[in-house]
């Protein structure tokens, strides 16, 4: 498996490389909705933490264990989403780190980002991607789970989030032979948008 940061597309949305070019419309995406940083991430893109948490992805994207892309709706970055810990060796990845602008939250831009993640994940050889959740986090579970990924489990009381709070993590996944069947099911709703 070898995955890479590249630009990709469908006719909903536009991958690319996270970089310095995106990070002010990144920035006025993440000060949209300051509650989703207090509940329900590990880490904060608030105004106030935003260049402590662009820095720490941007030395991430330079180590090698993520690989960050703005997602652009138009020519407007709405978000970003991860590749998280690739392991060659296990043919497995994590896709995380995933933050949408509000007005672009349950329509075609995180099926159809998904969609091209999951296609560049399998192609570069993945065998398996997980996908994990903040328990508490009911919105992005079922958007998770209507993706077709398979529910594995519950790690209790798995990280502590900047805030203090100890989060349990939702493991969900998907597998290589799964794929096709999840393929054709994103296909599907995102052909009704």
Not at 18 to 24: I, P, T
Not at 65 to 70: G, K, T
Not at 129 to 156: P, T, W
Request: with cysteine.
């Amino acid at each position: 498996m070898h995955l890479e940061a590249r630009n990709s597309h469908n006719q909903h949305v536009r991958l690319e490389p996270l970089a310095e070019r995106h990070r002010a419309e990144l920035q006025a995406a993440c000060a949209a909705d300051l509650a989703v940083w207090r509940d329900l991430y590990p880490h904060s893109m608030a105004p106030e933490h935003f260049n402590a948490g662009w820095d720490r992805m941007m030395a991430q994207a330079a180590d090698g264990s993520w690989i960050p892309f703005a997602v652009l709706a138009g020519d407007l970055c709405v978000g970003m989403t991860s590749y998280i810990g690739p392991d060659p060796v296990n043919a497995s990845v994590e896709i995380g780190g995933t933050y949408y602008h509000p007005d672009h939250r349950g329509g075609p831009v995180n099926p159809a980002a998904k969609r091209l993640m999951l296609e560049q994940a399998f192609d570069a050889g993945a065998r398996r991607v997980q996908l994990n959740v903040d328990a508490i986090n009911h919105r992005s579970r079922a958007a998770v789970l209507k993706l077709g990924a398979v529910q594995e489990g519950i790690l209790r009381q798995h990280r502590v989030v900047w805030t203090g709070r100890i989060r349990d993590t939702v493991v969900f996944s998907i597998l290589a032979e799964e794929w096709p069947s999840v393929r054709a099911r994103l296909d599907a709703r995102l052909a009704g948008y």
